[in-house]
């Protein structure tokens, strides 16, 4: 192999970049070229190689014409720009596909958090961390409908999954790209990203940052959000727990169901033939038998979920995004398009 072959080996193997910040957003077209002003400068000090991800989730307003202009100027910008508006989870599977960096740091596009804080991320992360969350300390949003619910979140979230965080809810964090490449997202899930990085054995902890008021525009989000979140979180715990091996939760119920079912008609059973008592007018009979079909029912169950875990985890990709046009991505782009508007894989 001659030098000059060696060195394009050595270029297709080395990673190109190495941050990629990826920012859902949702109609913050008075937010974006300020924080575009505020990340090139704090990355472009930094002096690593890096990109700036945007991905316009189905903006209403001039989000998607300003993300052009930064583009067309800005070569370390790309953007993804989706159909509709699918949601921030979806927004971040996105971000996540097309992101090329080997270290991946979200962020909202609403200026509340702080460039800044990217470097120190970045520097935690490399002390041997999968998963550096931020923790707003100082956290600017109002009491009642933002941060007393999260508090109740955080902790419930923490004593489910195991994995103590202050700040689930806070988008800036830093990840390696290979954990979260691995992990697919739906629902609402991604605030649960540290707790299901657990599955790839990662190690997660979490660094104070800052949080400034909300400049431009409104929350996206509310008060209502909070049920949603908890039903994700009884996903999550299945996900986590029992999704290789559903037939242990729903055995378990299965077997407990059949004992007491099995144990309350022999009881009975013992009752008329050696006692001769009648059994029509006794509501433990019906009990017995409802006790042993659900038994039935619930292993049952169990053996169709395993089949469904099996399909599941054996089955091709499936993207929960569909993309409208990307701009800064080259040639490749439309190989990537093409083929998750198709549903193959390369």
């Known amino acids: 192999m001659t030098s000059g072959e060696r060195a394009a080996v050595t270029t297709t193997l080395a990673p190109l970049i190495d941050i990629s910040v990826v920012l859902p957003v949702h109609n913050e077209e008075e937010s974006l070229e300020p924080l575009h002003a505020a990340l090139a400068s704090v990355l472009e000090e930094y002096g690593r190689p890096h990109e700036i991800l945007f991905v316009d989730d189905g903006s ?3 989000s ?17 720009r989706l159909r509709r508006n699918f949601g921030q989870t979806a927004a971040l599977a996105a971000a996540f596909r097309y992101a090329k960096g080997r270290i991946v740091i979200p962020m909202d596009a609403d200026l509340q958090n702080d460039p800044n804080d990217i470097p120190r991320l970045v520097a935690k992360l490399e002390e041997g961390y999968d998963v550096v969350s931020g923790w707003r300390v100082d956290r ?32 800036l964090k830093a990840y390696r790209a290979e954990i979260v490449k691995n992990i697919h997202l739906y629902g609402e899930m991604h605030r649960f990203i540290p707790a299901l990085a657990t599955w790839l054995g990662s190690r997660t902890t979490e660094l104070p940052v800052n949080h400034h008021p909300r400049r431009h525009g409104r929350t996206k989000y ?10 994700d979180l009884i996903t999550v715990k299945f996900l986590l727990s029992f999704s290789t091996q559903p037939l242990h939760i729903f055995g378990f119920w299965g077997a407990v169901c059949l004992l ?10 013992v009752q008329r033939l050696f006692f001769h008592q009648e059994l029509s007018r006794r509501p433990l009979l019906l009990l017995g038998v409802l006790l042993i079909f659900t038994g039935i029912q619930f292993i049952s169950m169990g053996l169709l979920a395993e089949m469904v875990a099996r399909t599941y985890h054996e089955s091709q990709d499936k993207p929960i995004y569909v993309v409208r046009e990307t701009l800064g991505f080259g040639t490749e782009s439309s190989k990537v398009l093409t083929l998750e508007n198709t549903g193959r894989t390369a």
């Not at 509310?222 to 039903?231: K, M």
């Open 60 to 62: 209403r307003d001039r």
């Open 64 to 80: 998607f014409q300003v993300l052009a202009g930064i583009q067309s100027r800005d070569p370390h910008v790309r953007v993804v």
């Open 140 to 171: 600017q949003d109002r009491l009642l409908s933002r941060r007393l619910p999260s508090v109740v979140a955080n902790w419930l979230i923490g004593r489910v999954t195991g994995i103590r965080l202050h700040d689930y809810g806070c988008s």
């Open 222 to 231: 509310g008060i209502g959000r909070t049920f949603r979140v908890l039903l």
């Open 260 to 269: 007491g079912g099995g144990a309350i008609c022999s009881y009975l059973t």
